[in-house]
């Protein structure tokens, strides 16, 4: 079982980029899926989470600026990340739960590798 992140990248404070993560060795389309980032010295935090049923949960400091989407038949999660902040720097992780849905990193089964995000001022 991989999940293969990708999309990270240097980006100026107000841009955008799209992160994507490809599942392979199972298929992913019954589990709750989520992003979750660490920046430097911090601890890993919940960024976005997409239930089975397209349903979606948002951190307060990203509401409103990402969008998480899935793609079933590509087993493939995204997300779409608009008016990047400076605190948006970080590594993200993409990750896999078999829960219905949770925003704790410790109900997910599955992660990704990760993809750096930097986001200058």
């Known amino acids: 079982v991989q999940l293969q992140a990708s999309g990270g990248g240097l980006v100026q404070a107000g841009g955008s980029l799209r992160l994507a993560c490809v599942a392979s060795?199972?298929?992913?389309?019954?589990?709750?899926l989520g992003w979750f980032r660490q920046a430097p010295g911090k601890e890993r935090e919940f960024v976005a989470g997409i239930m089975t049923n397209g349903g979606s949960a948002y951190a307060d400091s990203v509401k409103g600026r990402f969008i998480i989407s899935r793609d079933n038949a590509k087993n493939t999660v995204y997300l779409q990340m608009n008016s990047l902040k400076p605190e948006d720097t970080g590594v993200y992780y993409c990750?896999?739960?078999?829960?219905?849905?949770?925003?704790?990193?410790?109900?997910?089964?599955?992660w990704g590798q990760g993809t750096l995000v930097t986001v200058s001022s």
């Open positions: 060795g199972r298929t992913f389309s019954r589990d709750a």
């Open positions: 990750a896999a739960t078999t829960a219905v849905y949770s925003a704790s990193s410790r109900m997910y089964d599955y």
